[in-house]
């Protein structure tokens, strides 16, 4: 175990590399930084924090908006050097280190033929994106990642090393699966489900100024509901790098196995009226499914602030709430998502039959990127502007990118009533003493 204490060089390199986003990279400081190489590293890690009377925080590449894995205090335990992938093509399952990060699974998985819903940014490790439900690419067809974990290890506050399935430890197996920083363990690896590598991917984009929102809301509106639910629907209003002054930019993935069908599910965004045709670039282009990432807008090395929620309403409807405030400072944009169809409705509350229990209708994320440290206030005001212009469209959000600092009370509006209660019953079971930090809030 590989462990740095407070104050030394060591450390404080340590730490400078923790976070992804710049704003926070020394915003709190944990008393020692491990890095587990192993799950023995794990377990001693936890011991060392038990016999020292001190908390735990988890790190799998530091990713969380709110950079939730940095604590004042405590032992914070960093999963990046457990970055193990182990492919049985056979079978079509892989054990995936927690800190693997989705682009290399993708990676290494389209040399077996084999794919899996990973995040949109090839950088986020596997580890917190899986805990907090993971809404990766190809959603439409397979669903939110958490569902294709099949298995986790996961040590204990007690030190135990414990396999979790449906059958072994279903409750913690059940919370590992959407609990994202309110889970009261650490996951060490993931069991996952592959799924065949898609032959074909087809991708519609589109700019236009922002002041033509009102031209092409109703378009989008038509288009989407005609479109097959496992169209992925981008619509992104702000400071898009494809517009000169603020805009908006549409990105239509389609993917399947016969190019003509893969083509043909874009055919509700090529039927458009002269006046959003003339509003708009329009291009289209095939791609390699493992090459989607390079199409993820998220610079690294910035400041950031972002915000996220989950909504019923239709891509025209928020992009019409977005346009009076999309144009922020910097890189400031609003993210619109949505499978193609009806898909706006937000499915039952606990529908997944784990902890996951909100969401996967349309959504939308609020995201501020900048550098110097003078602009904080304005895209800090920026991101809660935005997200009080969202709010009366707002049924939920989403615990992987919520701004849960903003408010206690927000951690309610990540979960269905019944699945919070249930994970907070567990908390106590499995970690009595309080060892794991929890939700920043
Ligand atoms: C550029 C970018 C792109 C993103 N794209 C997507 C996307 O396409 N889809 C999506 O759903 N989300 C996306 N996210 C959100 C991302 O999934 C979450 O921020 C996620 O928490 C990042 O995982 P991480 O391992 O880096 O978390 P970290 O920041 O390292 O950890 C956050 C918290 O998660 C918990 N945690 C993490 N790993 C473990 C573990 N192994 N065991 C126990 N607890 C753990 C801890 O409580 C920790 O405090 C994106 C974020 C960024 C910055």
Known sequence: MVGFAKN????????????????????????????????RDVVEAVEFARLNGLKVSVRGSGHDYQA?????????????????ISIDAEKRQA?????????????????????FPVGHCPDVALSGYLLGGGFGWNFGEWGPACLSVTEIEVVTAAGEILRANEDSHPDVFWAARGAGSGFFAVVTRY?????????????????????????????????TLAADSKVEITCIAGSVPQVSGPGVHL????????????????????????????????????????????????????????????????????????????????IATISIFSPGGDGCDAPDPGLFGCALSVGCGAS?????????????????????????????????????????TAGPERVEDCFAPACLDR??????????EDRFFSFLT
């Not at 939730?68 to 193990?84: E, F, K, Q, T, Y």
């Not at 054990?95 to 990676?107: D, I, Y």
């Open 364 to 404: 939308a994320g609020i995201y501020a990127l900048w550098d110097d440290p003078a602009d904080d206030e304005a895209h800090l005001a920026w991101v809660s502007g935005a997200d009080a212009a969202l709010a009366p469209h707002r049924k939920g959000r989403y615990v992987g990118e919520t701004d849960l």
């Open 95 to 115: 054990w995936v280190g927690a800190g693997a990060k989705g682009g290399a699974l993708l990676e290494a998985l389209s040399d077996h033929g084999l794919a």
């Open 251 to 330: 990105q239509v993935v389609a993917t399947g196995d016969d190019d003509a069908e893969v083509r043909n599910r874009l055919t509700p965004f090529r039927d458009r009226p002269a006046a959003v045709d003339r509003a708009g670039a329009f291009e289209e282009k095939p791609m390699g499914f493992a090459d989607l990432p390079q199409l993820s807008a998220m610079p690294s090395g910035k400041r950031m602030a972002g915000d996220y929620l989950w909504t019923d309403a239709s891509p025209g409807e928020l992009l019409r709430a977005a346009q009076p405030v999309a144009e922020g400072p910097s």
């Open 8 to 39: 030394s060089v060591a450390y404080e390199r340590a730490r400078e590399a923790l976070i992804w986003n710049q704003r926070l990279h020394d915003a709190r400081s944990p008393e020692r930084i491990v890095e587990a190489r192993s799950t």
């Open 191 to 223: 069991r996952l489900k592959l799924y065949p590598l898609p032959k074909c991917v087809h991708v519609l984009s589109a700019t236009f100024p922002l002041e033509r929102v009102p031209a092409i809301a109703d378009w989008l509106d038509t288009a």
């Open 68 to 84: 939730s894995a940095l604590r004042d205090g405590g032992v914070l335990i960093d999963l990046g050097p457990l970055d193990g």
């Open 423 to 432: 994970l907070r019953a567990l908390r106590e079971r499995y970690d009595p």
